[in-house]
């Protein structure tokens, strides 16, 4: 996490922003996590100058909004923070790791706050989405959470006693870029990441690479909510499909529940809507935790796709 030293009042309307790859969601929360307002809009692609309008655009509507509706508030009682791919490089103060690879290499947080014209605070969307889930989400009173994000790409973001665990190269939780562990025969060496790496887990378990993975098998190309559909309906090639895909899940996350123990993990991302994975997950990671207590709570978001928002909104605020 990135940004000025100070703590901002606990009094100030809390703006958070999370900017995806297809979209950029903001939200304004008030000093209890109330939801005042929310916008959405479509996130520009491969423009870095419009994507730092699309975000101020965001921002400065929102807090408009809220002074609209309370006359006399000053714009500086806002605090906003936002929630990015990759993350800001300690040693450079650019944009490293973004799988929106037009951010890369940027002077992003530099270049929003002069666009603005007010301090942000910047963190991973994977970061923040742990932090909304364990301020007041799904790991509300954990000491520690590990916020899993399964969508286009695969992150993660640790939070234990409040803070983010991100590390002095700004890669904390970054599990998504680890190969794929305890690899089964025909699973060596992987498929080829966006990172240039192959075998990544999030060239595994995201949902473009289930939906490749049904197609290298099958040999039909079809999405991961068809796949989802007609294996409900018994379908045996896509209820393969999704034991595949659950078990790969389910060995990456033993990697991580050995390295860090986390108390709870919360799933986010359009792929943590499998209800099957809460079921299935913590008796197929049993067999590889390092451990004679393997039980692990692994839960859905409470926030759903506001979660990464939400999370952003509490960067100024959590301790």
């Known amino acids: ?3 000025p030293a ?3 009042p606990r009094d100030r309307i809390r703006i958070g922003i999370d900017l995806g790859g297809t979209k950029i969601e903001g939200i304004a929360l008030d000093v209890g996590g109330g939801q005042l307002a ?5 996130a520009p692609r491969n423009d870095y100058r419009a994507t730092i309008e699309a975000v101020c655009g965001i921002a400065t509507h929102l807090i408009n909004e809220r002074c609209a509706d ?6 500086r009682a806002f605090t906003v923070g936002i929630g990015m791919p990759g993350s800001i490089s300690p040693a450079t103060g650019l944009v490293q790791n973004a799988n929106s690879t037009w951010l890369n290499g ?9 666009a603005l014209g007010h301090p942000v605070r910047l963190a991973n969307d ?3 989405f742990a932090v909304s889930e364990a301020v007041d989400g799904a790991g509300a009173g954990a000491h520690s959470v590990f916020g899993v994000i399964l969508g286009t790409g695969v992150g993660g973001g640790l939070v234990i006693g409040g803070r983010i665990i991100d590390g002095p190269r700004g890669t904390g939780g970054e599990w998504g870029h680890n190969p794929l562990p305890w690899a089964k025969e025909g699973e060596f060496p992987g498929p080829l990441c966006w990172c240039g790496k192959h075998g990544c887990m999030e060239a595994w378990v995201s949902g473009p690479a289930m939906a490749a993975d049904h197609e290298l098998v099958t040999g039909h190309e079809t999405s991961p909510n068809t796949i989802a559909t007609l294996s409900q309906i018994g379908t045996p090639e896509y209820k393969a499909t999704l034991e ?3 078990d790969r899940l389910a060995r990456g996350l033993a990697q991580v529940i050995n390295l860090i123990d986390p108390e709870v993990i919360v799933l986010g991302g359009g792929l943590s809507n499998l209800a099957h994975l809460y079921d299935e997950l913590p008796g197929r990671i049993a067999p590889y935790l390092f451990t004679d207590s393997p ?4 839960r859905p978001p409470r926030w759903g796709d506001a979660g990464g928002a939400r999370g952003a909104a509490w960067l100024w605020h959590v301790s």
Do not use: W, Y
Request: hydrophobic fraction near 40%; charged fraction near 20%.
């Open 38 to 42: 929310r916008l959405r809009i479509n």
């Open 106 to 114: 940027m002077a992003f947080q530099k270049d929003i706050e002069a």
């Open 126 to 128: 994977a970061n923040c």
């Open 244 to 246: 595949r895909h659950c």
């Open 6 to 8: 100070n703590t901002a």
């Open 70 to 75: 309370s006359p006399g508030v000053d714009p």
């Open 295 to 298: 039980q692990i709570a692994i």
């Open 1 to 3: 996490m990135t940004g």
